[in-house]
């Protein structure tokens, strides 16, 4: 294979995960020109540039070396690998993202009895995933008929032509729709950047690394946040107690005034009202709890 000294990272075109990945792009400091037909975009500032394809298509993508990485759902990657992906090196999930979030799912309609797996022996399940159904069934040692479906898998018990199905549940509204409940989960899922499991070490390497640190920062600032309050050096002890978790906090003097300290503490994750108030009653005041928006450590 030819080497390119760009990065190319493969994206859905049009779809739920296309919004929040390229914000995660562009929250990376990548930002692209898109081209006229729209399935190639330039990369501006840094050599990466974007396929916009199918979001089935991209681990074919990224096995076949056409791209280096992909933002795809788990479904997608974990199908891939089950059933396409044999002849060449497997693909990695490198990070999971944590946005595009949903499950795979066993649903049967609402007048079907179901206590487990067993329950669909003999039965006839429509998905568009036979790999990882066909996996569940065989580690559930349950004997069913997969019927691979490549769209509207939630009609087939109404059509007559499955008995249950196995599909994708994000908020559950397709499903109650169509007169159908969720009775197992196989699969939690949300967008990752995937890639081969041997990065390359060319040119293309140092910009990955590159990548892979923003990220790293990207992730952890969008649950991170930044807690500031003043409190007397008395009762320093007890709030420091009540921190929600991250590392040790800072503090600072307060000009004119010896006994009281500020502190600064990065949290990880949400600070609620509750902790507010519980921290404020052991002795904090003017408190200001802010977002983060970019940390390199
Ligand atoms: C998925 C899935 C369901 C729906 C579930 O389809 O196949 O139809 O989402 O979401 P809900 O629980 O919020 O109703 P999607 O819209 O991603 O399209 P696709 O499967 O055809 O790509
Ligand atoms: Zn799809």
Same mark, same amino acid.
């Given at each position: 294979?030819k080497?390119?000294?760009?990065?190319?990272?493969?994206?859905?075109?049009?779809?739920?995960l296309?919004?929040?990945?390229?914000?995660? +792009?562009?929250?990376c400091?990548?930002?692209f020109?898109?081209?006229?037909?729209?399935?190639? =975009?330039?990369?501006?500032?840094?050599?990466?540039?974007?396929?916009?394809?199918?979001?089935?298509?991209?681990p074919?993508?990224?096995?076949?070396g056409? =791209?280096?990485?992909?933002?795809?759902?788990?479904?997608?990657?974990?199908?891939? /690998?089950l059933?396409?992906?044999?002849?060449?090196?497997?693909?990695?999930?490198w990070?999971?993202?944590?946005?595009?979030? =949903?499950?795979?799912?066993?649903?049967?309609?609402?007048?079907?009895a179901?206590?487990?797996?067993?329950?669909?022996?003999?039965?006839?399940?429509?998905?568009?995933?036979?790999?990882?159904?066909?996996k569940?069934?065989?580690?559930?040692g349950?004997?069913?008929?997969?019927?691979t479906?490549?769209?509207?898998?939630?009609?087939?018990p109404? &059509?007559?032509?499955?008995d249950?199905?196995?599909?994708?549940?994000? /908020?559950?509204?397709?499903l109650?729709a169509?007169?159908l409940?969720?009775?197992?989960?196989?699969?939690?899922?949300?967008?990752?950047?995937?890639?081969?499991?041997?990065?390359?070490?060319?040119?293309?390497g140092?910009?990955?690394?590159?990548?892979?640190k923003?990220?790293?920062?990207v992730?952890?600032? /969008?649950?991170?946040?930044? +807690?500031?309050?003043?409190?007397?050096?008395g009762?320093l002890?007890a709030?420091?107690? &009540?921190?929600?978790?991250?590392?040790?906090?800072?503090?600072?003097?307060?000009?004119?005034?010896?006994?009281?300290?500020?502190l600064?503490?990065? =949290?990880?994750?949400?600070?609620?009202?509750?902790? &507010?108030?519980?921290?404020?009653?052991?002795?904090?005041?003017?408190?200001?709890? &802010?977002?983060?928006?970019?940390?390199?450590?």
């Amino acid at each position: 294979m030819k080497t390119r000294d760009r990065l190319r990272i493969a994206m859905q075109k049009s779809g739920r995960l296309t919004e929040p990945a390229l914000d995660v +792009l562009k929250r990376c400091g990548l930002t692209f020109r898109q081209s006229r037909d729209k399935l190639f =975009c330039f990369g501006e500032g840094e050599p990466v540039d974007l396929l916009l394809v199918r979001d089935d298509d991209i681990p074919g993508l990224i096995e076949q070396g056409v =791209c280096d990485l992909g933002i795809v759902g788990r479904n997608v990657l974990d199908e891939f /690998s089950l059933t396409t992906g044999v002849d060449g090196a497997p693909l990695k999930e490198w990070r999971p993202l944590g946005f595009g979030r =949903c499950r795979l799912s066993v649903a049967v309609p609402q007048e079907m009895a179901y206590e487990n797996a067993t329950s669909l022996a003999g039965q006839r399940i429509a998905t568009s995933y036979p790999g990882l159904l066909g996996k569940w069934l065989r580690d559930a040692g349950v004997d069913a008929q997969v019927v691979t479906l490549a769209g509207s898998v939630e009609i087939a018990p109404k &059509l007559g032509t499955a008995d249950a199905i196995c599909d994708l549940v994000q /908020s559950g509204g397709t499903l109650v729709a169509n007169q159908l409940r969720e009775v197992d989960v196989l699969l939690e899922s949300e967008a990752v950047l995937a890639g081969p499991a041997t990065l390359p070490t060319d040119e293309r390497g140092d910009m990955l690394e590159l990548l892979f640190k923003r990220l790293d920062g990207v992730i952890q600032v /969008s649950e991170s946040r930044l +807690l500031l309050l003043q409190t007397s050096r008395g009762n320093l002890e007890a709030v420091t107690r &009540l921190l929600p978790g991250g590392p040790q906090p800072t503090l600072l003097p307060v000009a004119g005034q010896p006994d009281q300290l500020m502190l600064q503490a990065l =949290c990880a994750g949400e600070v609620s009202w509750r902790q &507010l108030e519980e921290i404020k009653k052991a002795g904090a005041r003017e408190m200001f709890v &802010l977002p983060v928006e970019k940390m390199l450590a």
